[in-house]
Each structure stands twice: as C-alpha cells, then as structure tokens.
C-alpha cells in the first residue's frame, strides 16, 4: 500500500489532458495496490519456496500440472477476493471524459492477467499474457468452464503441498491448463495486434507498474519513445523503462493516477 499524493508536473498533468487517444501500458504494479502480490514479489505463504519464473513454464506444465494448476488457482482466488483500487478507477474516469464526443480514447494495453481493470468498469483492448480466468484443454484448447475452473476449492494437503490435480476436458479427456501465456509461449497474434494499433495511434503512453523486462511487451512502450510519443512512467521504482520514459512519476498507482486525473 502507498500513501500520500505525489506532485505531478504540469507539464505530464497539460500532455495527460490534452490526449485524445492515451494507452495504457500496465503491469502487476497497477494490481498491488489491491493486495495482489507482483509477479516477482508472489512468493508468499505455501509458495514461498517457488520462483515465479520456473512455475510459469511449460517446461513446469509438463514436469508437475498439478503444482502449476495450484499456483494458478491460488493467484485466482486472491483475485477474486481483490478489489480494483484507486489507480484503476481513475483510468476509468479518465476514459469517460469525453465520452460521446468521440474526444477521447483510452486504451488499455495489459500484461496483467487479474481482471481488475474490467471491474473498474474500464474494458482492457488486449491482454497480452492471457487470464486466470480463461482455462482451456492442453491438448485440444477447448475452453474449460467446468465447476472447479473458479470456485473456492481449497488445494489437496493444502496446510503443506500447494498442489492441486487440475480438471479433465470434457471433449478429449486431456489436462485443462490456465489460459496464460507462458515463457517461451507465443502472445496470442489477436491481442499482439491489437496492442501494436493501441500503441501506434496513441498521443501519450501511461506505463504503470512494470519491470519492463518481458519480451515482447516491454518493445511496445520503447518502439512508441522511439516514434517521439511521450511516455510517462508510474513505479516507486526505476524500471528498465525508465530510460525511454519522459517523465518518471516515483509514487504508486493508486495515488498517482488519481493526483494525474484530477
Ligand atoms: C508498482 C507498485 C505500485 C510495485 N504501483 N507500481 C528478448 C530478449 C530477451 C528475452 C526474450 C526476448 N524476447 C522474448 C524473450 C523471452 C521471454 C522474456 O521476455 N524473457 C525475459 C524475462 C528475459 N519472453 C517470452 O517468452 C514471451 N514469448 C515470446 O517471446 O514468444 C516468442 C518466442 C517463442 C518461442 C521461442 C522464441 C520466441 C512470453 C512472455 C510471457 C510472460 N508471462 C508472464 C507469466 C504469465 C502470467 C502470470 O502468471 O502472471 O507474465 S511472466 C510475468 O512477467 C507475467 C507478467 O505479465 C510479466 C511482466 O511482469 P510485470 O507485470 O512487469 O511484474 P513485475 O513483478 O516484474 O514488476 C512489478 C513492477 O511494479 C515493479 O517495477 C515494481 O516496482 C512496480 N510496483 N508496487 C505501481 N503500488
Ligand atoms: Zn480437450
């Protein structure tokens, strides 16, 4: 959680107003304010002894479902039980203003796979990295919406192995996996082209909450700084985008995007 209103220079607040069309780039940061741990940050309680990086795999995948589905379901039970925060309801409210005079454009660009911003009341253009709430079949892909995909089953042994055996495809029989796009995993080709127009008609570039170091997102942000489109940064931390970004704002996305909105 982070407190206290950060000053925005007039410059980020006139180039944010004066946007017709703004895209949102955002990472877990945008998230943490809602309790939801980030991506390198998620090894808490029975996943403490887990990287992250190795479960999000399909070398993982292949070598322990059952280790991989726990992990997933876990993170999608913390979702549910999350709510959007400040940051994500002034997005919201910046996508309306000038709404019905086709004045203003908000496009919201995500490498989260929370659905925070869609309960903001803000529709997320792409998804870059999938959701928790998309399981499919592994072999055959068809979506999986079977009564455990989302419900508040507690994984096996729970107090000691975050294991839990993931459902069974009704169509071939095969492992249903989380809709996610794993390391070394293709970004599905709808959402890449659809981030890549949001990028290439956009005015200005709000960054929030990223490392910046997952490819080929973070090429995104750095191919619009490349063009000469303002990029301005929301993270209480230096990122690798830091360098392309014009402005830097050091404060968390719950107060700063309010303090830039307002
Ligand atoms: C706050 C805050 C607050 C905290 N407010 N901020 C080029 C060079 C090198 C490698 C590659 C390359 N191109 C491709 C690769 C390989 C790889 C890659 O990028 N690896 C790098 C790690 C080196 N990329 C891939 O494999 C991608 N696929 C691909 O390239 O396909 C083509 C291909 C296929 C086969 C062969 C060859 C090519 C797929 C990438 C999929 C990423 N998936 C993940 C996991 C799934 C989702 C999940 O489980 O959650 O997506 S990885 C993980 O990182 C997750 C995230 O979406 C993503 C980005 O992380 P994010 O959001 O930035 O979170 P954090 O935790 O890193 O950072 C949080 C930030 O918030 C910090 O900066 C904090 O300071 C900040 N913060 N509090 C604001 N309150
Ligand atoms: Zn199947």
């Known amino acids: ?37 980030t991506f390198r940050d998620a090894q808490t309680g029975l ?39 400040a940051g994500h309801l002034a997005l919201a409210e910046l996508s309306s203003v000038g709404a019905g005079d086709d004045e203003r454009a908000l496009m919201v660009v995500t490498q989260n796979v929370d659905d925070l911003h869609e309960r903001a009341g803000t529709p997320v253009l792409s998804h870059l990295h999938g959701s928790l709430f998309a399981p499919r079949c592994s072999v055959c892909d068809t979506p999986y919406d079977g009564p455990d995909a989302d419900s508040a089953v507690e994984p096996e042994g729970s107090k000691h192995d975050p294991r839990l055996t993931p459902p ?6 095969g492992a249903v996996r989380p809709g996610i796009v794993w390391f070394g995993e293709h970004l599905p080709a709808d959402a890449w082209e659809r981030a890549e127009n949001a990028f290439r008609g956009a005015d200005v570039v ?17 191919r619009a700084a490349a063009s000469g489109v303002p990029v301005i940064e929301i993270n209480p931390e230096p990122s690798a985008l830091t360098e392309v970004a014009t402005h830097s704002i050091r404060a968390g996305a719950a107060t700063a995007l309010p303090a830039l909105v307002d």
């Open 47 to 85: 996943w403490e002894n887990f990287d992250p990086a190795t479960i999000a795999s399909p070398e993982a995948w292949d070598a322990d479902p059952a280790l991989v589905w726990g992990w997933y379901h876990w993170r999608a039970h913390l979702v549910r039980d999350a709510r959007p925060n």
């Open 206 to 222: 709000l960054v929030v909450g990223t490392s910046g170091i997952v490819y080929p997102a973070a090429s995104l942000p750095e």
């Open 1 to 37: 959680m982070t407190t206290g209103t950060p000053t925005i220079p007039d410059e980020v607040v006139a180039t944010v107003a004066d946007a017709g069309w703004i895209t949102v780039f955002s990472g877990a940061g945008m998230s943490a304010d809602s309790g939801v741990p």
């Open 168 to 173: 069974t495809c009704a169509v071939c029989g």
